[in-house]
């Protein structure tokens, strides 16, 4: 029993998720979404366009990695993709939640998730690879807003965006083309 206990305990934490609220608004324009609608969102994502990975994927192992890798915005919050001052302390804050949220389960699942989730953070495997296509996309749906609205500059996006291709040159290019341009043209994404 001890060991179920522990997996529930970790379930029922998890379930705060739900609360963290992101910096990247739903596509209808109004709501932001929370970390458990954009770790849905990527799951079923990259059922879709797995296809489009430059190497062959592990779709389930993907998937695993997109519901865990914001498990730590529990304890850690959500840090801005574009936000300087907290990204400068997010590696320490998300190090800490890991250990303690990731530990609630038994020995053998923490160790799994942890590395699962360190493998995500690395960004070295084709699995990891995967992150960034969706808050782009939600933004271009957006008409750009919050890009607008914290004036972010195309540098930043490309820099956030630099491995982007090495796991997807399409979906890179699909993105860069449909999604960052048209935003750049409106003036929406700063020069």
Do not use: C
Request: charged share 35%.
């Amino acid at each position: 029993m001890e060991r179920i206990e522990k997996q529930m305990q970790f379930i029922l934490e998890i379930d705060k998720e739900k609360q963290i609220k992101r910096k990247t608004l739903q596509s209808n324009g109004k709501d932001f979404e929370d970390d458990a609608q954009h770790a849905w969102h990527m799951a079923i994502m990259t059922l879709l366009l797995s296809e489009y990975a430059n190497d062959e994927i592990d779709v389930l192992k993907t998937i695993s990695m997109l519901l865990i890798h914001d498990l730590v915005e529990i304890d850690a919050g959500d840090t801005y993709a574009y936000d300087d001052q907290g990204l400068k302390t997010q590696n320490e804050r998300e190090n800490l939640a890991a250990n303690r949220i990731f530990n609630l389960l038994p020995e053998d699942q923490a160790k799994k998730i942890f590395d699962l989730w360190n493998e995500f953070e690395e960004r070295k495997t084709a699995e990891a690879k995967l992150d960034n296509f969706q808050p782009v996309m939600l933004n271009a749906a957006t008409d750009g807003r919050m890009w607008a609205e914290n004036g972010v500059h195309l540098e930043k996006i490309l820099k956030r965006n630099e491995k982007t291709h090495e796991g997807s040159k399409v979906l890179w290019k699909y993105m860069y083309e449909h999604f960052i341009l048209p935003n750049v043209k409106k003036g929406r994404i700063k020069e």
